[in-house]
């Protein structure tokens, strides 16, 4: 059993007897107590997708829900619906656009390491690597012995998210990016 201030992104617990995915956390600390931090979670029931928040002191014991994490790539789209499927059996997963949201800025065909997480059989996640290859499709030119400083620049990635990059990297150069801190953190290799 995780203490609250363990819980990441994505991960399903068990509150009265139903999972629940946690999709967004904030923490607080609260001034003039003695105590820790607050952990409210912002959790979506995986049957009936009913959202509830939640606040929990960061010393608070959470029950995991029993969950299953199957291989998966990137299938197609098809509306709003997107399509993944399991690499191992082939069976496919619908997810709603809506629902997968932040996840899609990081998402490409290559993606390697996505992992789909199944509650009661059902689809109700994914779970992305740590880190991602992503390809810059616009940033401003590159300067000569940018290398040399620390300073850095907006770049737009191939899936829509921008992330500040060094001086020296250039447009069509594929980075990775950390997924968690949403931050550049080297060249890809080629």
Do not use: C, W
């Not at 001034?31 to 010393?59: C, L, P, W």
């Not at 300067?143 to 850095?152: P, Q």
């Amino acid at each position: 059993m995780p203490k609250a201030s363990e819980i990441k992104k994505n991960t399903a617990i068990e509150i009265n007897g139903e999972a629940y995915i946690v999709r967004d956390i904030e923490r607080s600390v609260p001034q003039g107590r003695a105590g820790g931090s607050i952990y409210r979670m912002r959790m979506y029931n995986v049957v009936t997708n009913h959202k509830i928040d939640e606040s929990f002191k960061d010393s608070d014991m959470l029950n995991l829900a029993d969950l299953i994490r199957r291989p998966a790539t990137f299938s197609y789209t098809d509306g709003d619906e997107y399509v993944f499927m399991d690499t191992e059996d082939y069976s496919s997963y619908s997810f709603n656009k809506e629902n997968i949201e932040d996840e899609l800025l990081f998402i490409t065909e290559e993606i390697q390491g996505l992992m789909v997480i199944m509650v009661n059989d059902a689809a109700v996640a994914l779970e992305l690597p740590s880190s991602v290859e992503l390809e810059i499709t616009e940033t401003d030119p590159s300067i000569k012995g940018g290398s040399a400083t620390a300073r850095t620049k907006p770049a737009t990635l191939s899936t829509g998210l921008v992330v500040q990059v060094p001086e020296h990297i250039s447009t069509g150069d594929k980075i990775k990016i950390n997924v968690e801190e949403r931050k550049f953190t080297g060249r890809a290799d080629k």
